[in-house]
């Protein structure tokens, strides 16, 4: 068991490293390269298969299913990964031009350098496209395509703004942009495998997070009712925002405020776990003093780790809303996706026993919080990406 746990170690530091390195490559030379030389490659599915296969050995090990809660949080984690799978070898994804007054029904897959049509079993044809703006300004509030969709009977009278999809025989479409033409262009997704399953995966995630909430000790649950609270509250504060600022149009979503505060939420506790750990370290000789803290640290952990998870998938929820892909490893994606691993690790503190040690604990989330401010501050000054508005 103990080299399965080492094994497992390794994998994780060699996914992080990869995964950094592989924002620096999108920053350095485009995210077609990056997904075509890291992330989309064999051996990098690999590493992700090897690492859900050494899950399900030490589920099988540990004997987790007499742990409903936990026995379900991995199964959410295979049926995300398997979700993603699906989504890479069935699912397609391209770009649609459409011309005022002019019947398309062809899609193109592929980057800028290499196109790949794609013929729909129907048409669409677009009337006109207006951009909506906000009272007495000249700044976008809305993209807007008015369509007919063809299907071998009457047109349809259909509509496509930002958050605002077309759906029809597993194809989506959504308003990604427009031309000085006054053309449309549309983001054009299919995945019929991929997304029912990695969504199952994100609701027995949520299921088996709330489950495990209430099988915390009494000082836990009296923490994350706590933090939960100013999640509601900063939430409230940032829907307030969205309603009376004049947001660009993909951030007019009630997923923008849920996904915002519960990630910020997420990175106060992480903030407040690095404050506790310096704090103990005053003292390092003082046992008692460092296990105390230690504990006040690992009721942080918590709901830090889960409410950082939460917000992972409702961003991913949000992007498939938004723009039909709700994972695009993205630079932010991926150092949020790399601080929830680093993070997961302490509570796994039954496998890797080095983190019942209280200085070796307040050291790492001293440590850890590093990943927290790339992924907050590092990506949007250094690697950019399309969260770099937030």
């Known amino acids: 068991m103990k080299k399965i746990c080492h094994i497992v170690s390794v994998l994780m530091i060699v996914l992080v490293a990869v995964m950094a390195a592989g924002t620096i490559v999108e920053k350095l030379h485009g995210s077609e390269t990056a997904l075509a030389s890291v992330y989309g490659t064999w051996w990098f599915v690999g590493l992700w298969a090897l690492l859900a296969g050494l899950m399900v050995t030490i589920a099988v ?53 290499e196109n790949h049509p794609v013929e729909l079993p129907f048409t669409l044809t677009l009337d006109r496209f207006e951009i909506e703006t906000y009272a007495g300004s000249s700044k976008p509030k809305d993209y807007v395509s008015y369509l007919q969709l063809t299907d071998g009977s009457a047109p349809q009278e259909t509509v496509i703004s930002m958050n605002r999809i077309l759906r029809h025989r597993h194809y989506r479409f959504y308003q ?71 947001l660009l149009p993909v951030l007019r979503s009630p997923f923008f405020s849920l996904h915002i505060s519960t990630i910020v939420t997420a990175y106060a506790l992480l903030f407040a776990i690095m404050i506790t750990g310096i704090v103990a370290l005053v003292k390092p000789k003082d046992k008692a003093r460092l296990v105390k803290y230690k504990s006040l640290s690992t009721a942080m952990l918590y709901p830090a780790v889960a409410l950082l998870a939460i917000g992972i998938f409702i961003g991913a929820v949000w992007a498939n809303v938004s723009w039909g892909n709700y994972w695009s490893w993205d630079p932010k994606e991926v150092w949020a996706l790399i601080t929830l691993l680093i993070y997961a690790a302490p509570l796994h503190e039954k496998i890797w026993k080095t983190f019942q040690k209280p200085v070796f604990f307040h050291v790492y989330g001293i440590l850890a919080f590093l990943s927290v401010l790339i992924t907050y501050f590092g990506v949007n000054l250094l690697l950019g990406g399309v969260h770099a508005y937030s």
């Open 176 to 246: 990604s942009d427009f031309d000085e033409q006054g053309n449309s262009i549309l983001e054009v997704a299919r995945d019929p495998w991929g997304i029912g399953v990695t969504y199952t995966g994100y609701v027995l995630l949520l299921v088996a997070l709330v489950m495990m909430l209430f099988q915390q000790p009494r000082t836990y649950k009296a923490v994350t009712i706590s933090w939960m609270v100013v999640l509601v509250v900063l939430a409230v504060l940032l829907h307030i925002r969205m309603l009376t600022h004049q």
């Open 61 to 113: 090990k540990f004997r987790m299913w007499k742990r409903i809660a936990v026995c379900t949080l991995h199964f959410a984690i295979l049926f995300i990964l398997l979700g993603a799978l699906l989504t890479m070898l069935t699912g397609q994804h391209g770009r649609m031009l459409l011309e005022p007054g002019k019947p398309t029904h062809t899609f193109y897959e592929g980057n800028a350098e």
